[in-house]
């Protein structure tokens, strides 16, 4: 399923996207994201964008948290089974295995060309994801 950005028209409601960021680039995993660019789109234009910070990351709290403030979709690296279907539980729509800047991939949303990938961040079913690994050989290498 994609979120039709690029037919509606100037008049249509604001689409309202989260992306998951790690710097400018678009974060491996949702979750522990150290900030989100929430970005406003309307017709086919970026009419706004803001950077938060995470708020924490905790069992269904961020589903909420950008349900509350009316996302329609979300875009990120990766993602645990069990977040993806708290976020669909809500009508906000995940975008998975997207890597590269975030202005990039949400200019691809906006002109109808963005495309999900392989989950960069899949739970696997012992517990650890990639991520959390990966963040232990960071914390290794400094």
């Known amino acids: 399923m994609a979120i039709e950005v690029a037919d509606r028209d100037a008049t249509s409601r604001t689409t309202r996207v989260v992306v998951a960021l790690d710097g400018v680039d678009v974060s491996r ?82 002109a109808g060309t963005l495309s999900a990938g392989e989950n960069l961040c899949e739970r696997p079913a012992e517990g650890s994801c990639s991520c959390e690994l990966l963040q232990k050989y960071r914390m290794i290498d400094r």
Not at 43 to 69: K, T, V
Request: net charge negative; glycine share 10%.
């Open 29 to 110: 995993h949702f979750g522990r994201s150290p900030e989100y660019a929430v970005y406003d789109i309307s017709g086919a234009m970026i009419a706004a964008r803001i950077i938060i910070p995470n708020p924490g990351h905790e069992p269904d709290f961020l589903p909420q948290y950008f349900g509350s403030m009316d996302v329609d979709c979300v875009i990120t690296g990766g993602i645990s089974r069990r977040a993806c279907q708290w976020f669909e539980s809500k009508k906000i729509h995940v975008i998975v295995g997207i890597s590269g800047r975030a202005e990039t991939a949400v200019a691809s949303l906006v």
